[in-house]
T-cell receptor, first 111, second 116 residues
Framework: GQQVMQIPQYQHVQEGEDFTTYCNSS?????IQWYKQRPGGHPVFLIQ?????EVKKQKRLTFQFGEAKKNSSLHITATQTTDVGTYFC???????????FGGGTRVLVKP | KAGVTQTPRYLIKTRGQQVTLSCSPI?????VSWYQQTPGQGLQFLFE???????NKGNFPGRFSGRQFSNSRSEMNVSTLELGDSALYLC???????????????FGAGSRLTVL
């Protein structure tokens, strides 16, 4: 079945530094979505990428969808304490298919 | 507009009992998906309902079942509870079809089940 892997599993970041988390699918995805879950909270949708090679930015967050539509990355610049949480990627193989989530990258920020 | 509402938020059961969890989706959303979240296993897909029909199903035993009503509200049931069923059960709704973004999920706050 479809598998979605995220690396790293944990990311300790010094406040102000940049970091990148990666998402890899075993199958081609029709789109990729990113969600953020704060400690004690529930996942909240951040962004969706649909096109091959697509890049989208949200303030300090940059999302990229790979050319083969099997991988994606999230880059955060100048990390802040508000970035603490777990970031999940998720994607369906085709429209109407279930969303398979990666295991998440848990981000901890050192002030 | 109101978000996704899950009830109850917390519950404690003993092994062998059964439990029913409820989810009210965002108005206009016709798809409801259920996920199990545990510290070690992340977000595991249980099933998705669209227009009262199960459209997708995850790899969970038959003890886990669900249904969707004509108003898109959904319930999931777990019978013969086991200790390993202790988890946060998340419901998420989406449009389900149509325009790009139709499968973007809005999650509820979850129902935290503890099995003793």
């Amino acid at each position: 079945g479809q598998q979605v892997m995220q690396i790293p599993q944990y990311q300790h970041v010094q406040e102000g530094e940049d970091f990148t988390t990666y998402c890899n699918s075993s199958t081609t995805l029709s789109n990729i979505q990113w969600y953020k879950q704060r400690p004690g909270g529930h996942p909240v949708f951040l962004i969706q990428l649909v096109k091959s090679g697509e890049v989208k930015k949200q303030k300090r967050l940059t999302f990229q969808f790979g050319e083969a539509k099997k991988n994606s990355s999230l880059h955060i610049t100048a990390t802040q304490t508000t970035d603490v949480g777990t970031y999940f990627c998720a994607g369906p193989r085709a429209a109407g298919n279930k969303l398979t989530f990666g295991g998440g990258t848990r981000v901890l920020v050192k002030p | 507009k109101a978000g996704v509402t899950q009830t109850p938020r917390y519950l404690i059961k003993t092994r062998g009992q059964q439990v029913t969890l409820s989810c009210s989706p965002i108005s206009g959303h016709r798809s409801v998906s259920w996920y199990q979240q545990t510290p070690g296993q992340g977000l595991q897909f249980l099933f998705e309902y669209f227009s009262e029909t199960q459209r997708n199903k995850g790899n969970f035993p038959g003890r886990f079942s669900g249904r969707q009503f004509s108003n898109s509200r959904s319930e999931m049931n777990v019978s013969t509870l086991e200790l390993g069923d202790s988890a946060l059960y998340l419901c998420a709704s989406s449009l389900g079809q149509g325009l790009s973004g139709a499968n973007v999920l809005t999650f509820g706050a979850g129902s935290r089940l503890t099995v003793l």
